[in-house]
T-cell receptor
């Protein structure tokens, strides 16, 4: 079992709709959770971090964390073509600075 | 603040040659990470440093790879000799620790990467 799992996609969403990206992790001591966006040929860009159960909102983005079920999700409201990218989920465990990345979900917003 | 800086942005070299990749972390960050990204293996952590000291190099694939951090503002990743299977994009990232007093600890910020092609 991979430590961090994501559906590779591609996930296609109509412009203006909500895009929902999911990530599950295997280690119960995972402490911090991050979502990165990576455009083709570019470097990963941090868009959200979340540390405690519940929702965290930042503009059109909402991160949701459920530690009991070991999943974290990212919602993108009012999806725009510029949101088309690969989204990487990353997990940090307690006492360790390393991030473990999922393989990413490729999101395409259809105009 | 300037972001993480990497050089060169592109490197094309022949098999057997030495390759040196360079990174300047964000000022004030005390952690530095080297990653490699390929289509097949995704994003892999190679090594990371804390206060210029290597902490975990378990991701370094072979003895051909070595990394140094002589001071807080500079790190190198060297491949000698290079092989075609080393072709990948190499990223450097930096972050600050909880004890550093800086905002947003643990968040890693990536440089633009070096695209390495070994022929």
């Amino acid at each position: 079992q991979k430590e961090v799992e994501q559906n590779s996609g591609p996930l296609s969403v109509p412009e203006g709709a909500i895009a929902s990206l999911n990530c599950t992790y295997s280690d119960r001591v995972s402490q911090s959770f991050f979502w990165y966006r990576q455009y083709s040929g570019k470097s990963p860009e941090l868009i959200m971090s979340i540390y405690s159960n519940g929702d965290k909102e930042d503009g059109r983005f909402t991160a949701q964390l459920n530690k009991a079920s070991q999943y974290v999700s990212l919602l993108i409201r009012d999806s725009q073509p510029s949101d088309s990218a690969t989204y990487l989920c990353a997990v940090k465990n307690f006492g360790n600075e390393k991030l473990t990345f999922g393989t990413g979900t490729r999101l395409t917003i259809i105009p | 603040d300037a972001g993480v800086i990497q050089s060169p942005r592109h490197e094309v070299t022949e098999m057997g040659q030495e390759v040196t990749l360079r990174c300047k972390p964000i000022s004030g960050h005390d952690y530095l990470f080297w990653y490699r990204q390929t289509m097949m293996r995704g994003l892999e952590l190679l090594i990371y440093f804390n206060n210029n000291v290597p902490i975990d190099d378990s991701g370094m694939p072979e003895d051909r790879f070595s990394a140094k951090m002589p001071n807080a503002s500079f790190s190198t990743l060297k491949i000698q000799p290079s092989e075609p299977r080393d072709s990948a994009v190499y990223f450097c990232a930096s972050s600050s620790s909880w004890t550093s007093g800086r905002p947003k600890p643990y968040e890693q910020y990536f440089g633009p990467g070096t695209r390495l092609t070994v022929t």
